[in-house]
């Protein structure tokens, strides 16, 4: 697999595009792990954090209703 970000030369995750980040989170709302999602390290990273802030103001919620 390769890095979905890389394919498409994106260099920053947005933690506004919660279609985008709800790829990278699972039925349970825990962030996937590389392996699951095809990520590169520099890209996981962003991603994990972009899903924490996005948490925390509110657009993604932290667990299943």
Known sequence: MFCYFCQK???EVD????ELLSRFV???Y???PRKKTGLCMHHQ???A???K???QI???PYAPK
């Open 45 to 47: 990273k962003k991603v």
């Open 49 to 51: 954090t972009a899903i």
């Open 53 to 55: 802030r996005a948490r």
């Open 58 to 60: 509110g657009i993604l």
């Open 9 to 11: 030369n994106i260099d």
């Open 26 to 28: 699972s039925s349970f």
């Open 30 to 32: 825990k962030i996937k």
């Open 15 to 18: 933690y506004k595009n919660t």
